[in-house]
């Protein structure tokens, strides 16, 4: 007697009739008219070796870029980040977060002129950037009320904090005439108009005098009501030794000057607002960086400019097609692509420094996507709609996921969403 074996090139389950589950676990389908009738067998899929532990898990991110860091692996287990090289060993850079749940982005930018490679991350909350040639940095510490005429020296440049006008008299950053910032009413204003001061950012005439300019061999690049964190605009070791001084109860730097230039170092990159982080990429040496989505951001995005590694809260734009909120952001091809709760754009860098970016015109998918799970594989775009489907990129939107495969992605989704 002759039977027909029957194969089953994919999973087959439809909870929707009540049919039970055939599963297929560490087989594919491939065409071979030898074996029977049906002119398909299932072949083995070849067997994976462990190539190293990293951590205690889970394993979140896995990340590496050819010609950056040696091409060294970065890995996110738990909330860890290490980095490891072809070897199998890993070493932990640093804890970058308080949750194991999460997607993690990462992006690397490769060296400019003197100014190092950078890895950034991003996993819903703080922005991190690493390099093994870092900044020297000062650090604030503020234990208690921030006073009116206290004083605060970095380098060359005085700034005092004040009650009154910030253009009384002629401030011109000296030590005799600093330049006056506004104390506010909470050490939370006094510190972020001090750090607005130093980056000339915020408002002139009313954060701090009108007559201040940048601050010309440091910026700061963090605050809160008790933490102000400086750094020098020059990478390695020429930006140690900076003089910092303080004449205050409350307020005093944890150390005489900036320290720790060239040394391996992993730091917080302030986002507008104090937003988290939900995605980045890099695309001809600029760092795209999607915040945390709200109501009165939605669809807005920033960028770092190439050699930076800070943001300017002046430079963002926002997806312009529809209202819906950016997921992620992807480079693919010449373009980045925001990929909404239900749209999907692309954008181009200018090479204008006005207008460094802008939205390419004439492409717009009405599709969009569930976060962190779009990537690009060699000439493709590959996507998970709203709805569960898989979707292809490449001149246009192809549907490439089947019934069941659906069914295991929208279950999955429902998981995720009960988990936030």
């Known amino acids: 007697m002759v039977m027909s074996v029957t194969f089953f090139p994919s999973l087959a389950a439809r909870q929707v009739a009540a049919e039970p589950v055939i599963t297929l676990k560490n087989r594919y389908a491939e065409k071979n008219p030898r074996l029977n009738n049906t002119e398909v067998s299932l072949i083995s899929r070849p067997r994976l070796k462990k190539f ?8 979140r991110k896995v990340f590496s870029t050819p010609g950056v860091f040696a091409d060294d692996l970065f890995v996110v287990s738990g909330t860890d980040l290490y980095r490891g090289g072809t070897d199998g060993v890993f070493t932990l850079i640093g804890t970058i977060s308080t949750t194991i749940t999460g997607d993690v982005s990462m992006c690397a930018v490769a060296p400019i002129g003197t100014t190092p490679a950078f890895l950034y991350i991003a996993e819903g909350g703080v922005l991190w950037v690493y390099t093994e040639d870092g900044q020297a940095m000062g650090h604030l510490d503020v234990t208690g009320a921030i006073a009116d005429n206290d004083t605060v020296q970095i380098d060359t440049v005085y700034y005092k904090w004040t009650t009154g006008s910030v253009d009384t008299g002629t401030p011109n950053g000296t030590s005799g005439t600093p330049y006056l910032v506004a104390k506010g009413s909470s050490n939370g204003e006094a510190m972020t108009n001090l750090y607005n001061a130093i980056n000339l950012t ?61 040394l391996d170092q992993i730091r917080q990159v302030m986002v507008p607002d104090d937003s988290g982080a939900i995605s980045v990429a890099q695309i001809n040496s600029y760092v795209i960086v999607v915040p945390v989505q709200t109501e009165s951001i939605n669809g807005r995005f920033f960028w770092i400019n190439p050699g930076e590694a800070k943001i300017d809260p002046t430079d963002f734009a926002t997806a312009e097609r529809s209202p819906d909120g950016i997921n992620q952001v992807i480079v693919f091809g010449e373009m980045f692509w925001l990929m909404g709760q239900n749209t999907t754009e692309p954008w181009i860098t200018t090479g204008d420094l006005t207008t460094p970016v802008e939205r390419f015109k004439g492409i717009l998918y009405d599709r969009g996507a569930w976060a962190g799970t779009a990537v690009q594989v060699k000439d493709k775009l590959i996507t998970i709609d709203e709805d569960g489907g898989a979707w292809v990129i490449s001149g246009g939107a192809q549907r490439i996921s089947t019934p069941e495969v659906e069914e295991k992605i929208r279950r999955a989704i429902q998981r995720a969403a009960l988990l936030t």
């Open 202 to 262: 915020g408002n002139e005439g009313v954060d701090y005098s009108t007559t201040t300019v940048v601050h010309p061999t440091i910026y700061a690049g963090s605050v809160s009501s008790t933490d102000l964190y400086v750094y020098a605009i020059d990478y390695g070791i020429g930006g140690n030794g900076k003089s910092l001084t303080e004449t205050s109860v409350n307020a005093t730097w944890t150390a005489a000057t900036t320290a720790g230039g060239g």
């Open 52 to 59: 190293a532990e990293v951590g205690t898990g889970h394993i």
